[in-house]
């Protein structure tokens, strides 16, 4: 395989950029080797500066569920760059998707559109402690709800892939009010109820996706909104990567639970940035103007991404791939499994919707700590032998693989293949 021309890049790269990246898990540290350099992409595949061709699972970790350029999109975003870029103003098409997603949700009368997930998830934390007038906010760990500092600790995604407990640079001060509980335990999460009057909510990835794919079990979703209820506390549900992901309506509508605040980004803005964050009425006009909670934006709603996110989600209502997702997934599952057994390789695959990946360990996955025990170095190994054979994986054990409606019937033979291939490489 050609990596020259990644190589000089990368080398190049280092000069002016922060380890040759702009997000710290593309420089591919826990896989060993240097990060590939992009090209384009077209479709299910990807294509690197050495014109390597991939099918892409990582979709730009999410964003690209219809694939990469999908001509309604494609369309949409030139007609939209015709009449300007930025107008610092309102227009029609914030309208036209707001009422996509409020449609999607039933949680949510009204909406308010931000640039990235990490915007949307930070203006919904302040959102619910202007509501509640209360402080303290419970996360889980092993869920990444991008980099505000109060929500920085335990987290997944990078600093899970890094290994790092935290981020330097973030004070005591903004963290004293964070409190972390279990994913999968409600008792570790009553248990801060029993010990803090002043919480003000609990916030979650629904569906885990940033330690890996970890699925909500026993009722967990609905016995956390419960208690949420019980106790004055709003529940928070960041759908950053499982809105319109897991099921038009998120895993919201999947696990049947209305979330008092939820966050959206990733799919929204089709691959254009664009993170949003809506409740009911009573909730929402807390927000400024309506309200006293100020939160804004030069580029929010941003003509180009709304065209993009309206011309993605209705794209995806009229293709509905959610069943064919999970009839996909549960191929490339049964393919992991079929040559971990083949090649005496332990690993379990955990799976929800169009999310899915393997850990390279024995025992089942339900939580950070469990997640953790997996073999990074195996998982290493397994990458590049993937990257080898034409599938682009996210460079890390803790990330899951996403799937887009663009892969065709051969793309998936070929990912069972290289599976098959890179266990082997592993069992060696
Ligand atoms: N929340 C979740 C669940 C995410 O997966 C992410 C990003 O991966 C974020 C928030 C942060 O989003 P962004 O990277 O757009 O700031």
Request: glycine letters at 10%; a neutral charge.
């Amino acid at each position: 395989m050609k990596t020259k021309k990644s190589e000089k890049l990368y080398q190049q790269g280092l000069e002016h950029l922060v380890g040759a990246v702009n997000s710290p898990v593309r420089a591919f540290a826990s896989v060993g080797g240097n990060p590939l350099f992009i090209d384009k992409a077209k479709g299910s595949k990807i294509t690197d500066v050495d014109a390597n061709e991939y099918i892409d699972l990582v979709l730009s970790y999410g964003p690209m569920i219809l694939g990469h350029r999908h001509k309604k999109v494609q369309k949409a975003i030139t007609k939209a760059t015709k009449k300007g870029y930025s107008f610092g103003a309102s227009t029609k098409d914030e309208i036209k998707l707001a009422k996509i997603v409020c449609d999607a949700f039933p949680g949510m009368d009204k909406v308010r559109f931000v640039n990235s997930g990490t915007e949307a998830v930070l203006s919904a934390v302040r959102l619910a402690r202007a509501y509640t007038s209360k402080s303290k906010i419970i996360k889980f760990s092993g869920c990444y709800h991008g980099h505000m500092d109060a929500l920085l600790v335990a987290a997944g995604s990078g600093l899970a892939t890094l290994s790092l407990p935290g981020s330097k640079g973030v004070p005591d001060e903004a963290v004293k009010n964070t409190l972390i509980a279990e994913y999968n335990n409600l008792d570790s999460v009553q248990k801060h109820i029993d010990e803090n009057k002043d919480i003000a909510a609990v916030i979650l990835e629904p569906v885990g996706g940033n330690m890996g794919v970890v699925i909500p079990q026993d009722d967990f979703l609905v016995k956390l909104k419960e208690l949420c209820n019980a106790n004055g506390i709003l529940l928070i549900a960041d759908e950053v990567m499982t809105g319109f992901r897991s099921k038009f309506g998120g895993a919201q509508e999947l696990f049947n639970v209305e979330a008092d605040i939820t966050c959206l980004g990733k799919v929204i803005g089709g691959g254009f940035p664009v993170g949003a964050y809506g409740a009911r009425n009573e909730i929402m006009e807390m927000v400024a103007p309506l309200g006293g909670m100020y939160q804004a934006g030069t580029l929010s709603g941003n003509p180009i991404a709304m065209a993009s996110g309206i011309a993605t989600l209705s794209e995806l209502k009229k293709q509905d791939p959610y069943a064919n997702f999970n009839v996909v997934a549960e191929k490339i599952k049964s393919s992991l499994l079929k040559s971990g057994k083949k090649y005496n390789v332990d690993l379990v695959v955990n799976r929800f919707g169009s999310m899915i990946n393997p850990f390279f360990t024995k025992d089942e996955v339900t939580d950070f700590s469990s997640a953790q025990k997996s073999d990074t170095d195996k998982f290493g190994v397994f990458f590049w032998e993937m990257i080898k054979n034409g599938v682009f994986l996210p460079p890390s054990q803790f990330e899951a693989w996403f799937l887009s409606s663009a892969l065709s019937e051969s793309d998936i033979e070929k990912i069972e293949k290289a599976i098959d291939a890179s266990i082997k490489k592993v069992s060696e």
